[in-house]
């Protein structure tokens, strides 16, 4: 389960959100929705202890994020951001990176499922569109299985077949929690639960 009970994050920016309080059933499927600078992709952030709320705590996997919590929190942890800088070049270098070379045939197969040729594996990211990059870092970080995913924005660089294709294989992740930002309401509503920010009272 992951929880957040009276969040308040601020930055030196301003007050971003205030006691935010929500739970997530181990397995579930969930959207973090709400307007831009609303603090979505700081949720998924503060999830992995890279930003640290104001006040409030923040439970993972029976554990509370804390400094001697955060390392174990983050090995159960694949991450999506919504901007991909990667110091390698294609995907058969990430699953180097990130030890999986020997799931090469797994993320063909979840390359293949969302949409994409297998020679995309090797292509260079900078010969694919923003779409096909996501879904290549994607397809590698399934791979990695771990319990929970979490995916900034997903659909943002993907048409309507693609995002239908995306919303098959999360649905499909049976043990995984998957927790998604988005903007699109579709994608949203197509989750088990949506946690909206930037919502009054
Ligand atoms: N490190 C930071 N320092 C100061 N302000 C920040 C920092 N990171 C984010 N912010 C601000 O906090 C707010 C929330 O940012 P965040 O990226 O979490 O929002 P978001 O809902 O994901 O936005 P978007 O939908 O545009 O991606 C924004 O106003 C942003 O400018």
């Not at 992951?2 to 308040?8: E, L, P, R």
């Not at 020997?102 to 260079?124: A, C, I, N, T």
């Not at 779409?131 to 399934?142: E, P």
Request: glycine fraction near 10%; charge should be neutral.
């Amino acid at each position: 389960m992951i929880s957040f009970d009276n969040v308040t994050l601020k930055y030196s920016t301003g007050t971003i959100f205030e006691n935010l309080s929500f739970s997530v059933q181990a397995g579930s499927k969930v959207c973090i929705t709400g307007h831009s600078g609303t603090g979505k992709s700081s949720v998924l952030k503060i999830i992995q202890g890279y930003v640290k709320p104001h006040s409030g705590s923040v439970q993972v996997g029976g554990m509370k994020l804390g400094r001697d919590t955060v390392k174990d929190i983050r090995s159960q942890i694949a991450y999506v951001p919504q901007n991909i800088n990667l110091p390698v070049s294609n995907g058969d270098e990430l699953t180097r990176m990130l030890n999986v070379s020997s799931k090469r045939r797994d993320v063909e197969l979840l390359m293949g499922q969302l949409g994409l040729e297998k020679e995309m594996f090797v292509r260079p990211f900078d010969e694919m569109s923003g779409g096909q990059k996501q879904r290549v870092v994607i397809a590698v970080c399934l791979s990695l299985d771990r319990d929970i995913v979490l995916l900034d924005e997903p659909t943002s660089s993907l048409d309507d077949d693609a995002i239908l294709k995306l919303l098959k294989v999360v649905s499909g992740l049976k043990d995984k929690t998957v927790i998604s930002s988005s903007h699109h309401h579709e994608w949203g509503a197509a989750m088990e639960q949506e946690v909206r920010l930037g919502v009054q009272g």
